[in-house]
């Protein structure tokens, strides 16, 4: 008889295993691949994902897989000025100013890149230094031929955004919004593909990369 309990308490234990490991499948494998899931969610489950890495440091690793933070395709229209510009008072719906549209639109990709890997403030080894992907952002009707966006610009377009200040947190000591208005790595941004990561250096500098090293 008490081999016949034993034999349930495992079986019971097994089930919960195969149940909870389930559902993190589910979770953090699953539904943030899922086509059609909203942007929010898919950002929030990799922001999570990040969170449990960066608390479950044990023995100077961390036990818990990035399984969540996938690189997303998504698309920016230059000229989506229901994006950029809806009530017109920045003037770049009149101006035909695709360049600063384009711009802000990846701006605030990047800015949900930061915030999706906790920005500066979760924990990372050594060993996982390096950049992490957030998203594959295809520009199109971005005119004229051989228009680009350069750091400058993209970094106004997350000022323009309210994610960063002049004068606040992001602005001298962070390279999510620049140190002198520099992203941490950078290649122009053209018409086409272009990608958007986040960059680990392992202490307080953690930033974003666009294009370079991605």
Same mark, same amino acid.
Not at 148 to 153: H, P
């Given at each position: 008889?008490?081999?016949?309990?034993?034999?349930?308490?495992?079986?019971?234990?097994?089930?919960?295993?195969?149940?909870?490991?389930?559902?993190?499948?589910?979770?953090?494998?699953?539904?943030?691949?899922?086509?059609?899931?909203?942007?929010?969610?898919?950002?929030?489950?990799?922001?999570?994902?990040?969170?449990?890495?960066?608390?479950?440091?044990?023995?100077?690793?961390?036990?818990?897989?990035?399984?969540?933070?996938?690189?997303?395709?998504?698309?920016?229209?230059?000229?989506?000025?229901?994006?950029?510009?809806?009530? &017109?008072? #920045?003037?770049? *719906? /009149?101006?035909? $100013?695709?360049?600063?549209?384009?711009?802000?639109?990846?701006?605030?990709? +990047?800015?949900?890149?930061?915030?999706?890997?906790?920005?500066?403030?979760?924990?990372?080894?050594?060993?996982?230094?390096?950049?992490?992907?957030?998203?594959?952002?295809?520009?199109?009707?971005?005119?004229?031929?051989?228009?680009?966006?350069?750091?400058?610009?993209?970094?106004?377009?997350?000022?323009?955004?309210?994610?960063?200040?002049?004068?606040?947190?992001?602005?001298?000591?962070?390279?999510?919004?620049?140190?002198?208005?520099?992203?941490? &790595?950078? #290649?122009?941004? *053209? /018409?086409?593909? $272009?990608?958007?990561?986040?960059?680990?250096?392992?202490?307080?500098?953690? +930033?974003?990369?666009?294009?370079?090293?991605?």
């Amino acid at each position: 008889m008490a081999v016949g309990k034993k034999a349930d308490i495992k079986f019971i234990a097994f089930l919960i295993l195969a149940i909870v490991g389930g559902v993190i499948f589910v979770v953090f494998v699953v539904l943030p691949t899922t086509t059609g899931i909203s942007s929010d969610a898919g950002d929030s489950f990799c922001h999570l994902n990040a969170a449990l890495k960066s608390a479950m440091f044990t023995g100077g690793h961390w036990v818990i897989p990035l399984l969540s933070c996938h690189e997303r395709t998504t698309k920016v229209d230059a000229n989506n000025w229901d994006e950029c510009d809806a009530d &017109g008072k #920045r003037g770049w *719906k /009149s101006a035909n $100013n695709r360049v600063s549209c384009a711009a802000y639109q990846l701006a605030i990709l +990047g800015k949900r890149c930061f915030e999706m890997y906790g920005e500066d403030t979760y924990k990372f080894s050594a060993s996982e230094t390096g950049t992490y992907p957030c998203f594959k952002a295809k520009v199109v009707d971005f005119t004229p031929s051989g228009t680009v966006i350069d750091e400058s610009k993209f970094t106004e377009g997350m000022r323009t955004n309210g994610y960063c200040t002049n004068a606040g947190r992001f602005n001298n000591d962070n390279f999510a919004c620049g140190n002198s208005e520099n992203v941490a &790595g950078w #290649r122009d941004i *053209k /018409s086409g593909e $272009n990608k958007i990561c986040f960059d680990e250096f392992g202490g307080s500098d953690d +930033g974003i990369r666009v294009n370079d090293g991605c």
